[in-house]
């Protein structure tokens, strides 16, 4: 069975630096999904990214981009620029390509910003 | 633009008590699901639907049974509540297209006393 694994319950960082969240997946399969949720004191889940296990080109989106190692089942996510509004709950997720349509979600790493 | 809508958005049950969590999407998606999500445990696959009329279980289905009888309708039920079933509830759909994301309601906070 596929786990997914966040090694860091809490992490701070100082408002306009960079900081990397990190996330471990166990799998057998070759094809696949991961995803990066936020989920901000509101509750609201919010998708950060994606990649594909098949795109060797890391995904970016504005100031959130991944390391993706696909041989070391990594899939880290880093924030640069950090803003107030980062503050949230985040949380890895995997899903197979295949047939069966669960989706394995880490257990989150909480993300505070200093001002 | 709605999106995925839980309801209610919160309720509190006596133990043995039975209630429905209704999610509705308006995007016409195919894939609907309903999680729980506990403190420190994330979020975790309670059943899903791949389409209307079927249904499927997740990592924790006992306790709780759902029905997907409208493409835009994917209800959870609890026949008799118990307090290990205190949790948060969310709903989300997703297109068919697999590399897809899914969608998230707001949640619903369920106490069972």
């Known amino acids: 069975a596929q786990t997914v694994t966040q090694s860091q319950p809490e992490m701070s960082v100082q408002e306009a630096e960079t900081v990397t969240l990190s996330c471990t997946y166990d799998t057998s399969e070759s094809d696949y999904y991961l995803f990066w949720y936020k989920q901000p004191p509101s509750r609201q889940m919010i998708l950060v990214i994606r990649?594909?296990?098949?795109?060797?080109q890391n995904a970016t989106e504005n100031r959130f981009s991944v390391n993706f190692q696909k041989a070391a089942k990594s899939f880290s996510l880093k924030i640069s620029d950090s803003q107030l509004g980062d503050a949230a709950m985040y949380f890895c997720?995997?899903?197979?390509?295949?047939?069966?349509?669960?989706?394995?979600f880490g257990k989150g790493t909480r993300l505070h910003i200093l001002p | 633009n709605a999106g995925v809508t839980q309801t209610p958005k919160f309720r509190v049950l006596k133990t043995g008590q039975s209630m429905t969590l209704l999610c509705a999407q308006d995007m016409n998606h195919e894939y609907m699901y309903w999680y729980r999500q506990d403190p420190g445990m994330g979020l975790r696959l309670i059943h899903y639907s791949v389409g209307e009329g079927t249904t499927a279980k997740g990592e924790v289905p006992d306790g709780y049974n759902v029905s997907r009888l409208k493409k835009q309708n994917f209800l959870l039920g609890l026949e008799s509540a118990a307090p290990s079933q205190t949790s948060v509830y969310f709903c989300a759909a997703r297109q068919g297209m697999p590399n897809q994301p899914q969608h998230f309601g707001d949640g619903t906070r369920l106490s069972i006393l």
């Open positions: 997720a995997y899903r197979s390509a295949g047939r069966d349509d669960k989706i394995i």
């Open positions: 990649q594909e296990a098949y795109k060797q």
